[in-house]
């Protein structure tokens, strides 16, 4: 068996167990009693150690190799889960939170630093991973929602805290997973910062961090635009699904598209695609097109992830490529938290309509940065 789709599947379980733990938290403290800002506090929650420990996770991947940051990261998923069971006070899930997301920054890390190492096509071995995500992302919330509903909030931790246990079973048992030709870290470890010095790994780097902001607002603010526009709430969860399912639809055709371009072209053509789509979005004022536009957007952002983590393991110095895999966690993390709150205000002041001009800046800046990597 191909070692990618051993470690994409366990990679999406262990993904699975991280979403689903959110879904449970969120719902937990409503009804312990939380409001909406506190419970948005403890999603926050789980960023911060991806804003604080990403590169050092990748400078652990580097200088032990992979196996050991990804036992280590599952099990504090396991613990964190059980924790939840066993400690269900409001105040704690802030504790779970924190200890889950320092989990997944070090399992996650790893495997990316690990897939991009593994023989064979790096974009083919990376569209592969990205699968495994988009799968994650379904199953996580889902099973999340029918366990809370029939098992109870707290029995529901446990569920989730089975998900990892085959990733540390494997990794346990079979060492050859994580054995692959890498390049030694080096005797004295450089700054973080030295890598952004490097022109084409900078941009690489911004590359991530844009499409991430793209997403965000995509997803953010499709709801507000559709409750402006009087969408139904399941007219506008069809609409966020379509653009996943273009996701997930996509990455089984990368490898073919990669085979006969560059990665900076493809990539290139994705964005500009997405952005023009964007574009028609303001315009939209049936749900007919914005399905259309959506699926357009998730075929383009569906490409962009697996072809950034090709593009930054390609470009990252000699025994430092989990660094960097480090750098672009924590630079999306960031992202991911900066973004909704700036953007909140800007959609405040000049309409929900006006963010997807933005978003289509933003993409498009990405497509012609791909062609100006090097």
Known sequence: MNRVYLITALHASVHAAFLGSKVIVSLLALKLGADASLVGMLIGCYAVPPLLFGVLAGRLADRIGMRVPMMLGAGSIVLGLISGFLWNALYALFFLAILIGIGFVLFMVSVQNLVGALDGNRSRNYSILTIGYSISNFVGPMVAGYAVEYIGHVQAFLV?????????????????????????????????????????????????????????????????????????????????????????????????????????????????????????????????????????????????????????????????????????????????????ILTGTFGAVLGPAAVFLFDAAILGGIGWLARHID
Request: charged share 15%; proline share 8%.
């Open 160 to 340: 989730f805290a089975l998900f990892p246990l085959p990733a540390i079973a494997t990794l346990a048992l079979c060492r050859a997973l994580t054995r692959v030709a890498a390049a030694p870290a080096p005797d004295k470890p450089g700054r973080a910062a030295d890598l952004l010095r490097i022109g084409p790994l900078r941009r690489t780097i911004l590359i991530s961090g844009l499409q991430m902001a793209a997403w965000e607002l995509f997803v953010f603010f499709i709801p507000v635009y559709g409750y402006s526009i009087a969408l139904t709430p399941s007219t506008i969860g069809n609409i966020l699904a379509c653009f996943a399912f273009a996701t997930f639809v996509i990455r089984f055709a990368l490898p073919w598209f990669t085979r006969r371009l560059r990665v900076e072209t493809m990539l290139s053509i994705a964005m500009l695609t997405a952005a023009g789509a964007c574009l028609v979005i303001p315009l939209a004022r049936d749900a007919p097109l914005l399905f259309v536009a959506a699926f357009v957007i998730g075929l383009g952002l569906g490409c962009g992830h697996p072809l950034s983590l090709t593009l930054s393991f390609e470009r990252s110095p000699p025994g430092r490529s989990g660094e960097v895999a480090g750098v672009r966690v924590t630079v999306t993390n960031f992202a991911r938290v900066v973004v909704p």
